[in-house]
């Protein structure tokens, strides 16, 4: 969900598309908190998004997933390999159509 342009509208489509009850499982790359590597990635953002096909290392899923009219179970945060990847920090989780 990092390239996509309308994480919103996305998210309304997998609602659409899951009966009730249906669950998404997702595991996506997130901005890092504030304080953490928020600066590191918010400086190489231009840059990797033009080598990384459009993805935003600030990609604000939580957010996006949060205000969709999907319910969410629950979701963990874990930082993955290097921290001079700015796509290190991953949250993953359920969310489900109610």
């Not at 609602?15 to 190489?44: D, M, N, P, S």
């Amino acid at each position: 969900m990092c390239s996509v342009d309308d994480v919103a509208g996305v998210l309304e489509e997998v609602r659409r598309g899951l009966r009730r009850g249906g669950r998404l499982t997702f595991i996506e790359h997130v901005a890092a908190e504030r304080g953490t590597q928020a600066l590191y990635q918010k400086v190489v953002r231009a840059p990797w998004r033009v080598l990384g096909d459009g993805c935003d290392p600030r990609s604000p899923f939580l957010d996006f997933l949060r205000e969709s009219s999907l319910e969410v179970d629950g979701f963990e945060l874990e930082r993955l390999g290097s921290n001079l990847d700015p796509t290190n920090l991953v949250a993953w989780g359920t969310a489900r159509r109610g």
